[in-house]
């Protein structure tokens, strides 16, 4: 069962297999020699090190590190019987649990596919029963070799499988048993015990260090996979009990399971709960077996744990189960004995014959739908599909491709896939585009694309692009496509590259083109793609896009920042083609108007790439395309409440429509702010009448703030479906003569009653209108918006802050934020040395909250760095951050303001 046909079977080789290999091949011939494994969230060594020990016996194939697997699970096998002996002692029924334990351990299903495979949980279930069976054999015999054994044994155990951790708990329960009704033998298995615990604490001393140096490498993977509650903890627990044993209640997942089959055949299930109920009634003989029992039944349950632990959708796992088969083994061992014991009695016949006859149909039985079970699981498409077969398929293809004057493209699911890596010899010859999403045109000559059907792109690719290349499909053993191979000539290529010039300069590092839509008309709740065109014009050391779908009047409806195309496989000149797939809610309002929005970010640092423009200067953070309507969504069953919204608190229904619920209010603003007011609206029949939403402010006077239809007036009420929930999102400025005090924000449809949505607070703003005595005076005109009528300077030394007021007035009333820039030159070069870029008042008083005629009092203070004394200059300004626009004022775009730096 563990070793026919294991160069071939299971199809594929999975992702982590495939990285276990690479890892395995680095400590045979690398000269990798690690205590723990980091990468990949984490990995115990024990499996790596036998397996380079095949490597190097055998050879560097695949199936070699699945060859170690099966002889780990075959000694497996031989050491659950051991520890059954031990375990029991001398005598016959010792003997007849032994062999029965073992009989069950060679024909699990879960264990057998574990040990099929290249994974290192198989080596837990060996290094478990290898514990047992030397520490209850030192016991029993006192001897030192089988007490030094069970130490080496117990410290290994914490270099197999991160479930392992859990197996001390039921070793040390029993232990405690033991100690407390040991009697007069107490003080020598005190003594023994203490020395198996020190030789554990040496074994386990590197990994120790290790994890106190690295913590986080003992949490990592931990907290990557357990239950978030303490309810889905007991239900986790529940459904790993169920999955040992009864029908369909096993691991759901195909890569470990023939799913949904339970750990043991129903018949073996059964003979398991009798060997239960037999260990609960009998009473042990000596303190030795009752340790026994405890070590049995404590075992059950904790080594359930790690997968009982893990998030629900996961739950049972078969491979994190593997901690408990050693253990489950025995139970129904223990009722086939006691068949053997009581027919022998009743019979009279030898035992042996009897015993003979059981485990051939036990054997026979449990093996015949152990190798069915696994044969046809092993050969089956749904495991050549979860073990990535079509990146096997890819691995080959690419070895025998012609790839001479092209640039070779792999798309894959996973970067740098370690399945291509495992397999191919030109693994290092390709670049890789991660997710299928994806193409590059090479800067020169042609281009080939593998894509395999795990990768394959979210929308077809344009007419205009696919009408050019060659292309050929590979199929799998089932004779399905699995595989496409995409080739563009040379002239292919330089014909699709853009000509125009680019939309957007990013830092020169990359240049956006373009941003077109790929479906013609994309409704709110379903994908809706984009393709997106972009050059690579200088390396970078991480960046990431950032795509989203905006409104000018309502803000961002969605947002997606893919890792499509990794800066380490950048080549100067490639073009970049790239989906972007984002879900715009379908509470999202079907109107016209909708952006796309481009740019770029470094994911280490979280810095944003600015743009550039033609006279070099800031020019916003972003490019803006135009996307189009988005229509109604296309589902019909009932829309969760938004979260920007909350819950209405009783049923509010004017003219037909349901106000399901509003966003929080502010407690104060300041006249001339905006109230950002999201509306969640509900149609609750159709057609509705056509009436405008109304909403004002309560209080000192009675203040409009807005009387149109919905989404300012773009999607009036009598296009509404029945069941249309809308976000409507307002944003609405507090009129800038807006008395202080408290108000009460109130709605109303057409002619119906007013709905009292909350209150908030107007605050009072100063104003100043006449200008101050200033030392210096400018009468600077920036763009009939802003003058600037002077200034005072502080004293400027090198190493200390310089303050700089400056006093503003406005020329009008503002919807614009402007951002002031302060910039320290060198009045020779104009290289900028020292700046600070914020609006006014450090940010407390943007420019849209001013009223015409009002002066306004601006600090701003940087810090001067180590220069020579002498005259410098100050370079005053202001602009638009979102386009890096700047206010015109003379024949330029700032002021220059004379300093003098002293030492």
Same mark, same amino acid.
């Given at each position: ?366 093996? =015949? ?52 890596? =495992? ?66 000539? =040379? ?84 073009? @970049? ?34 743009? @550039? ?291």
């Amino acid at each position: 069962l563990r070793l026919a046909e294991i160069p071939h079977l299971p199809f594929g080789l999975h992702y982590d297999e495939a990285a276990n290999n690479i890892l395995a091949r680095e400590i045979a011939f690398g000269g990798y020699r690690p205590v723990f494994i980091g990468a990949y969230t984490g990995k115990e060594v024990l499996f790596f090190y036998l397996g380079a020990l095949w490597f190097r016996l055998v050879g560097t194939a695949p199936w070699v590190l699945r060859l170690n697997g099966a002889v780990i699970g075959l000694l497996a096998v031989a050491a659950t019987g051991a520890a059954a002996r031990a375990l029991w002692g001398p005598g016959p029924e010792g003997r007849r649990v032994a062999l029965f334990a073992a009989a069950g351990m060679a024909v699990l299903l879960p264990h057998v596919i574990l040990s099929r495979y290249g994974f290192r949980a198989v080596s837990q279930s060996l290094m478990e029963a290898l514990t047992v069976a030397a520490l209850w054999r030192a016991l029993r015999t006192g001897r030192p070799l089988p007490t030094l054994a069970a130490g080496v044994s117990l410290g290994l155990t914490a270099y197999t499988y991160l479930a392992a951790r859990l197996f001390p708990i039921s070793l040390a329960l029993a232990m405690l048993w033991l100690l407390a009704r040991a009697g007069p033998a107490r003080r020598r298995y005190l003594l023994q015990l203490t020395a198996v615990a020190g030789v554990a604490a040496l074994v386990f001393a590197p990994l120790g260090l290790y994890f106190l140096r690295h913590p986080e490498a003992f949490t990592v993977r931990i907290s990557q996979v357990a239950a978030p509650t303490a309810r889905e903890v007991l239900e986790g627990f529940w459904r790993c009990l169920r999955g040992l044993g009864w029908p369909r209640a096993g691991d759901p997942g195909v890569r470990f399971n023939v799913a949904p089959h339970p750990v043991l055949e129903p018949p073996v299930a059964l003979l398991a709960l009798a060997g239960l109920f037999l260990l609960l009634l009998r009473r042990p003989p000596d303190a030795l077996r009752s340790a026994a029992r405890v070590l049995l039944l404590t075992a059950l349950v904790v080594m359930l744990l790690p997968s009982a632990l893990a998030t629900r959708d996961d739950v049972p796992n078969h491979m994190r189960l593997v901690g408990v088969y050693p253990f489950l083994a025995v139970f129904p061992a223990v009722a086939l004995s006691e068949m053997v014991h009581l027919l022998t009695a009743r019979f009279g016949t030898r035992g042996f014959r009897i015993e003979a006859l059981l485990l051939l149909v036990f054997l026979g039985g449990n093996g =015949a739908a152990t190798a069915d079970h696994y044969f046809r699981w092993a050969r089956s498409p749904a495991v050549f599909d979860t073990n990535d077969g079509d990146m096997v398929l890819l691995a080959r293809t690419l070895d025998g491709l012609d790839l001479a004057g092209a640039t070779a493209y792999v798309a894959s699911f996973h970067y740098q896939s370690p399945t291509v890596a =495992a397999l191919s010899r030109r693994y290092g010859e390709v670049k890789w585009l991660t997710g299928g999403a994806t193409l590059v045109l090479p800067p020169e000559g042609g281009a080939v694309y593998l894509v395999p059907i795990s990768a394959r792109p979210p929308f077809p690719w344009p007419g205009w692009l696919s009408s050019r290349w060659s292309v050929e499909e590979v199929r799998d053993p089932f004779g399905r496509p699995a595989l496409w191979v995409y080739r563009l000539s =040379a002239d292919d290529v330089a014909a699709l590259r853009p000509e125009e010039p680019p939309a957007a300069d990013f830092a020169h590092v990359v240049w956006v083109h373009s941003a077109t839509p790929l479906t013609p008309a994309c409704a709110a709740g379903s994908r809706c793609g984009v393709l997106v065109t972009w050059e690579i014009r200088a390396p970078y050391p991480a960046l990431q896009p950032v795509v989203r779908l905006t409104h000018p009047q309502t803000g961002e409806w969605a947002r997606v920042h893919p890792f499509h195309y990794p800066t380490d496989e950048w080549t100067v000149g490639e073009v @970049v083609l790239d989906q972007q797939v984002f879900v715009p809610p379908p509470t999202a309002p079907p109107v016209e108007g909708y952006e796309v929005t481009v740019g770029f970010f470094n994911p280490q640092t979280m810095e944003i790439l600015p743009r @550039v423009g033609p006279d070099e200067g800031f020019a916003g953070l972003e490019v803006r395309f135009p996307f189009g309507a988005l229509r109604p969504p296309e589902a019909t069953a009932p829309v969760a409440l938004p979260a920007s919204c909350r819950p209405a608190p009783e049923d509010v229904q004017i003219e037909g429509v349901r106000l399901r619920g509003w966003s929080a209010l502010p407690m104060a603003l300041r006249p001339g702010e905006r109230l950002s007011l999201t509306l969640c609206w509900e149609a609750l029949r159709a057609p509705l009448p056509d009436q405008k939403v109304r909403l004002w402010l309560e209080g000192p006077r009675r203040v409009p703030l807005y009387e149109d239809a919905p989404v300012y007036g773009q999607w009036p009420f009598p296009a509404w479906t029945v069941g249309a929930t809308v976000e409507d999102r307002l944003s609405l400025q507090i009129p800038r003569k807006t008395p202080p005090g408290t108000y009460s924000v109130h709605l109303a449809v057409g002619t119906g009653g007013p709905v009292a949505l909350g209150t908030l607070e107007v605050s009072p703003v100063e104003r100043t209108f006449g200008a101050p005595s200033l030392p210096y005076r400018l009468e600077a005109d920036f763009g009939g918006k802003v003058r600037l009528l002077g200034y005072e300077v502080g004293e400027a030394r090198t190493g200390a802050p310089l303050t700089l007021v400056l006093y503003w007035q406005a020329q009008g009333e503002m919807e614009e934020d402007y951002t002031v820039f302060v910039h320290l030159i060198d009045p020779q070069s104009g290289a900028i040395l020292a700046q600070v870029d914020e609006m006014p008042r450090h940010g407390a008083y943007p420019t849209s909250l001013w009223m015409a005629g009002e002066v306004v009092r601006d600090e701003h203070v940087l810090t001067v760095p180590a220069l020579p004394a002498g005259p410098y200059a100050l370079r005053v300004g202001l602009y638009l951050k979102e386009t890096g626009q700047r206010l015109p004022v003379g024949d330029g775009d700032f002021v220059r303001i004379p300093v003098t730096v002293q030492e």
